[in-house]
């Protein structure tokens, strides 16, 4: 059992018109961020500690040491940049995202919620407001898990989740180390990685997914994140001539394939809402336009923000296969590759942000993220929470994708409110 | 309206015990054969035009001339083995089949029907039997296509399908000619290619299908070949992450190219018999684990021995595919890249056969040929039937390809007998 203590804000002058960001001044800043590693299609390439990486963190600590932030650098390449509160013994109220890409990123995913921080820093100088405990804009290493794998290694290890010695490890395609690579671009800090209290961690993110745009939400007040299980599921047939085999005669790798996919769907419809299963990747052989297929290779996967029900799904998709195998004399074989469970967001956080959206007047709804952000790391060793807001289309990793000058202005809104309300407040006793 | 005329057999000895073929030779020949290109996995690659093919067309021309043949050869490279007839000035009556190999091809596919038709002369020769017509055994020039593309092109052009010239155009990847390659191994006869009266064609061959073990039948009557369609389909959706995008906003073309596919196996199904629907390829952009597909492209291949039938599963297919379009909100494009009527082989040819199937003894069936043979070219100019054996497991065009001594041998009983019947008979009046 937790006891709920929610953080309350100082009823100062926060609620008045003056503590608002400057849009125009966030979108300049995007825009600019988003010249470091221009692709010719409009979007960003800055894979992770990369020259164009360097570029960006460059870039990012100038703004705040302009912002009169103090930089520190972990051993990670984790950067924060502090704002000084009026108690410096308090834990820091943290907020931040990444500023690598994927190879054909976006001008938003990672970069806003960064941004966005520094916006905040930066409202907070122009209202002269000091707030109780101290602010800190964190830039994490590796989010998007493009070159280094795994994803999100810098929050990772800042959570525990992994040790420095397994984060500084691990290889790109090339075989060089985020060890290497950080000493390479300068961004071999000094500063422990784990074991920092955190008052809490926020952040804002564009929601990659197309619900608020659908339902004209401006803010998506996220609760948590889907858990997620990936299978690679194997059908074996029998590989005769299109033209002389019978159906009845037939063990078709391809039609054993399809009736499996087609159960999926059932049963992501039956688990509906927050129920998300996908077969992205499927491969035939031998693929020939004349042969019935002998094999058929795919993935399988399954989003839920229950672990019951994620267990539902899986058992309901091998009983499918089961039954399927014995009907069309098939050879089929399902492994699990990923395995994630959901995680809940701090209930008071997200209350507190739900509070701050409804007093800002806009519009909002509850969600699930269905993809994992460093947040989900955090969670391990801080209360958090996540501002989503809407990107046109649901397109992510994607050079087109894009967001409204207004959403993004208001998602910053959300978050100045909510890091006012926290860092002024008692904090949460958990 | 033509007028049938069964070519009706000399009652003399030829329904004695003596009139069999030698089945160990007929084997024998085939395993010699078949080293010629041998693959270590006991399979066969002799690629048209190739060394390998002309050492196979060099082995055959020696045996047929030690079985005393006069030999010619046309400009497609089609070679005739011709054994005199009582009265030579008949059409002559013809049988064979082809030399030519898939890339990894097996010892008996098309090599039997030429093999069957040199055991026939060797057994008439030890007989000291000389039929009314002339018998001539045929080697067709690229019947696989698996080298030159359209398969089939020496009976083709001999059948008036095609002109000389095209045929000899036709090119290998690597741009060479059937002219040049013709050349270069030694087989650019001088005979005219077409306008050769025929008094009838017959092929022996492996059904390349798995019916006729299944039924554990000897003898496949061949009575057609099933009339083939071939369509690419192209289903496009919309891209975004499968872990935040729900059901209901997805344009998943995977999840469309499964219910088209799940549609054209009821299809299948409805017009039973001799009715083949099959997707063997497919192809899912971008395909990633964790993207709803955009696009898939998938071939389909729909064969049966009707065109009325045809035409309708075309139509169900297309209506399926509207109802699918509009339900799931995809953009489904069909197109069609092949269209072969189906061949009717001569009805009294095809009774010969089955009659001469009876009078062996052997258990046999009606079949329908489900993929093209030079028979369907031949069956343009002459009258034609075909004898199917079974092979092993249905599978052909593969290493593994296996038929039975005994079955290789019924198969050539059967053709002994339908080709003195054939000879020596009135001819048919078509």
């Known amino acids: 059992m937790r006891t709920m203590l929610r953080a309350e804000p100082k009823m100062a002058d926060m609620y008045s018109e003056k503590f608002r960001i400057d849009g125009k001044r966030l979108w300049n800043s995007l825009m600019d961020m988003a010249k470091v590693g221009a692709t010719k299609k409009g979007g960003v390439c800055r894979l992770a500690l990369t020259d164009p990486d360097r570029q960006a963190r460059d870039l990012f600590v100038k703004w705040c040491r302009e912002a009169h932030c103090h930089i520190t650098v972990d051993r990670m390449g984790n950067i924060f940049a502090r704002r000084p509160g009026i108690d410096n013994s308090r834990p820091p109220l943290m907020t931040g995202s990444y500023l690598d890409t994927q190879p054909t990123g976006g001008r938003f995913d990672g970069a806003y919620g960064v941004m966005a921080g520094l916006e905040v820093v930066r409202t907070l100088n122009d209202l002269n407001y000091k707030t109780l405990a101290p602010i800190e804009v964190v830039v994490w290493t590796n989010e998007e898990g493009s070159r280094f794998t795994p994803w999100g290694i810098g929050s990772a290890v800042f959570a525990g989740a992994y040790t420095l010695k397994e984060g500084l490890s691990c290889k790109d395609v090339e075989g060089r180390t985020i060890r290497e690579e950080l000493k390479r671009i300068g961004y071999a800090g000094r500063r422990a990685v784990s074991g920092h209290p955190v008052a809490a961690f926020l952040e804002a993110h564009?929601?990659?997914?197309?619900?608020?745009?659908?339902?004209?939400?401006?803010?998506?007040?996220?609760?948590?994140?889907?858990?997620?299980?990936?299978?690679?599921?194997?059908?074996?047939?029998?590989?005769?001539?299109?033209?002389?085999?019978?159906?009845?005669?037939?063990?078709?790798?391809?039609?054993?394939?399809?009736?499996?996919?087609?159960?999926?769907?059932?049963?992501?419809?039956?688990?509906?809402?927050?129920?998300?299963?996908?077969?992205?990747?499927?491969?035939?052989?031998?693929?020939?336009?004349?042969?019935?297929?002998?094999?058929?290779?795919?993935?399988?996967?399954?989003?839920?923000?229950?672990?019951?029900?994620?267990?539902?799904?899986?058992?309901?998709?091998?009983?499918?296969?089961?039954?399927?195998?014995?009907?069309?004399?098939?050879?089929?074989?399902?492994?699990?590759?990923?395995?994630?469970?959901?995680?809940?967001?701090?209930?008071?956080?997200?209350?507190?942000?739900?509070?701050?959206?409804?007093?800002?007047?806009?519009?909002?709804?509850?969600?699930?993220?269905?993809?994992?952000?460093?947040?989900?790391?955090?969670?391990?060793?801080?209360?958090?929470?996540?501002?989503?807001?809407?990107?046109?289309?649901?397109?992510?990793?994607?050079?087109?994708?894009?967001?409204?000058?207004?959403?993004?202005?208001?998602?910053?809104?959300?978050?100045?409110?909510?890091?006012?309300?926290?860092?002024?407040?008692?904090?949460?006793?958990?």
């Not at 019935?292 to 091998?318: C, G, Q, Y």
């Not at 409204?404 to 904090?427: E, H, M, N, S, W």
């Open 206 to 430: 564009i929601e990659q997914g197309p619900i608020l745009e659908k339902e004209s939400k401006t803010i998506g007040v996220v609760n948590g994140v889907l858990g997620l299980r990936w299978y690679d599921v194997s059908v074996i047939g029998r590989s005769l001539h299109a033209g002389t085999t019978p159906a009845k005669l037939r063990r078709d790798a391809l039609v054993g394939a399809v009736r499996i996919i087609m159960e999926l769907n059932n049963i992501g419809n039956m688990y509906q809402p927050n129920s998300f299963t996908t077969v992205g990747e499927l491969h035939v052989y031998p693929n020939s336009r004349n042969v019935i297929p002998e094999k058929v290779n795919f993935t399988v996967d399954l989003r839920h923000s229950e672990i019951a029900v994620l267990d539902a799904m899986e058992n309901d998709l091998k009983d499918a296969i089961k039954k399927i195998t014995e009907e069309l004399k098939l050879k089929i074989t399902i492994k699990t590759v990923a395995d994630m469970s959901p995680t809940s967001f701090t209930k008071e956080c997200v209350e507190d942000i739900r509070e701050e959206t409804e007093r800002l007047g806009l519009s909002y709804r509850y969600i699930k993220s269905g993809t994992g952000h460093d947040t989900c790391y955090i969670s391990r060793v801080a209360p958090t929470g996540m501002i989503f807001i809407p990107c046109k289309g649901g397109i992510s990793h994607n050079e087109k994708e894009s967001a409204k000058p207004d959403d993004i202005a208001a998602g910053c809104d959300v978050l100045l409110r909510t890091i006012i309300r926290l860092a002024d407040g008692k904090g949460y006793v958990l």
